[in-house]
DNA sequence: CTGGGCTATGAATACGTATACACAAGCGCG
DNA sequence: CGCGCTTGTGTATACGTATTCATAGCCCAG
């Protein structure tokens, strides 16, 4: 059991040619006659041999493996794109080494940078504040931020539409009636966040409707947080009668807490979260959220990785997926009701 | 930018050793004057140098990466034990590579296992008729089945008591005097879904409650499925008066199909579900289950990882974890409801 | 018939590190 | 004072593969 592995020499020796003979079979070399290519590939159907991969990397600089940053993985919208990257990586024979940002401190991490492990690095969870983009470029590994850009970053970006995104959902509630509106958001830790904030202000103001900033809750990203939102807004006298969040798992938060003083949605209030996840659709929750083209988004950030791995003295692309308003039940397609009313 | 990484090499001769003793002085080698250490580790610290990962590991035969093979990184209850395999990886001082079984197909697994891209692996969707962890044992990897296990199965195991935690579930149903109660199931791929199952049936039995054939509902694990089945059994002139899932994500699914038919949860219906996640304490859901103690499973899977990766030969190790059922208000706390009213 | 280009292959090397081996210096003890 | 043991260091090698270089055979044109 505990065999050592058979190597190409093994290979050779059975097949009664050189190392380098049964290299250049493996790896497609044309220089290789049809009957020793044959008698190579013979002995290699006999053997369970798989080349060492560890070497190969080695010798080519390559390790087929991509490093892959996320946070939150139990997050629905984090966890949904971690599938889709593994799907997309796994299509184009590439592994995937994830890493937590939240377990792994900055510094162990840009020590991974450098040690050739990986061929190059998709980050789905850049902040302003993380040093972990900035530690990667400069060590000139090739890398890409997914789903969450940062401004005038000399890096290969690929992101939704946020702003835009945010903005329709913010015309969506005014163009229904809404005149007071809850905003439940996070810091503008980075682009994704400040564009999900902005984009909705931007709608507001442009409809001449005032967010009063006693409607605006900046706090966490848990479900708690947007529960503990939708409480502070709701035990108002006069509640809003909208709430958007920047992103679904509060708008879940939102939801329950909602749920929990007996408002009704949509007939009290309206919900309109962010990235349309799976949950959104399920009945608890029936929510109307803007979708992340997700599948897009991996898809074209591993083209560019790929394509920078490829060739990384490339010119830098930056490119913005539009998002789309999904309408369901957390909104009503009836006309909207009258002003404020409180239901204790 | 693209400059050659510097190597050991570089590093001796700025220090004026020679490579060995850098070497030495990197692994931490006893033998080593206290000043000749002083001046690599100064020059070390001068330079920006990391080992290369990938030379150590063809030299030493090992990587400190572990394989990770799991299933539907969506569903919340993986989700969270991915997160928690990969906290306890990480603390260890271990990389992860994570595979996702439905992507890639078993033949291109199995190549991976001798590649020695990774020292061990963990699976965590293990069922009768992959051959995924056959051939990972039959390699020689050292292999840990995690959350899912296989009876009469030569391999290192930790799981959950799945059949005492269904069967607590079971008689806590039937001691709040519920008679006619319904079962939502899965095939029994692995000994996690027919434990799930089974117990729960000898509970029903031991107190000498009848399972009728038409409360019983076996189907696949998605939430949608979960709908449909509540949809099936709810529809009925005299419907159960509890359900009983396999796993959470059904019984969100069936609580969602009881609000969609209107049936009041716990008043009209009691739901109890199986894997403690995240989402079955929030409102919308506020569910009764049964916990898995996914940190313990995890530490000790790695635990007997490590081991067998330190001694193969080690004799193998099956551990069961007690699980926990934990009541929500998906299940009354008051006194059962009489039997069977239909609330159409 | 001969020489030049082409083809197929083997020998040798390099990737960057860890480690077995050799060896010089130092030291204690007879 | 010399012998054996310990200590610190350098030299050399091996891990398994891809690739460069050299070379032997071959074909064809002159």
Redesign the pocket.
């Given at each position: 059991m505990g065999e050592?592995?058979?190597?190409?020499?093994?290979?050779?020796r059975l097949?009664?040619?050189?190392?380098?003979?049964?290299?250049?079979v493996?790896?497609n070399?044309?220089?290789?006659?049809?009957?020793?290519?044959a008698?190579v590939l013979q002995v290699l159907a006999e053997t369970n041999?798989?080349?060492?991969?560890?070497?190969?990397a080695?010798?080519?600089?390559r390790t087929d493996t991509i490093g892959v940053f996320m946070t939150r993985v139990t997050s629905p919208f984090h966890a949904e794109l971690l599938d889709e990257i593994g799907r997309l990586l796994s299509a184009a024979g590439l592994h995937m080494i994830l890493w937590n940002i939240e377990h792994d401190p900055d510094e162990s991490v840009a020590e991974m940078l450098q040690q050739?492990l990986v061929d190059g690095f998709l980050l789905t969870s850049a902040t302003y504040d993380s040093k972990l983009h900035t530690a990667a470029v400069a060590s000139g590994a090739p890398t890409v931020l997914l789903h969450r850009g940062i401004d005038d970053f000399d890096c290969d970006q690929v992101v939704g539409d946020n702003w835009q995104g945010a903005y329709d959902a913010g015309r969506y509630l005014v163009e229904a009636g809404h005149r007071d509106i809850g905003l439940v958001t996070l810091e503008h830790t980075g682009n994704s966040s400040r564009d999900r904030d902005l984009g909705f202000r931007a709608a507001l103001a442009d409809a001449g409707v005032t967010l009063k900033p006693r409607n605006v809750i900046t706090t966490n990203v848990r479900h708690a947080d947007g529960h503990a939102a939708a409480q502070k807004l709701l035990s108002r006298a006069k509640p809003p009668t909208a709430i958007y969040t920047i992103t679904d798992l509060l708008a879940f938060g939102v939801l329950d807490g909602a749920r929990a003083r007996g408002v009704r949605v949509p007939d009290d209030l309206w919900v309109v979260g962010f990235d349309n996840t799976d949950l959104a659709s399920w009945e608890a929750f029936d929510l109307t959220t803007v979708d992340q083209p997700i599948h897009a988004i991996v898809e074209a950030g591993i083209d560019l990785l790929r394509n920078r791995i490829a060739d990384p003295t490339a010119e830098t692309t930056i490119r913005q997926l539009p998002c789309k308003l999904v309408v369901r039940g957390s909104t009503a397609h009836t006309p909207p009701k009258p002003a404020g009313n409180h239901t204790t």
């Open positions: 050592r592995p058979p190597t190409s020499r093994d290979l050779a097949a009664g040619v050189s190392q380098a003979t049964v290299s250049r493996l790896t070399h044309p220089r290789v006659s049809p009957d020793t290519r008698r041999y798989t080349p060492n991969a560890l070497a190969r080695m010798k080519t600089g050739r």
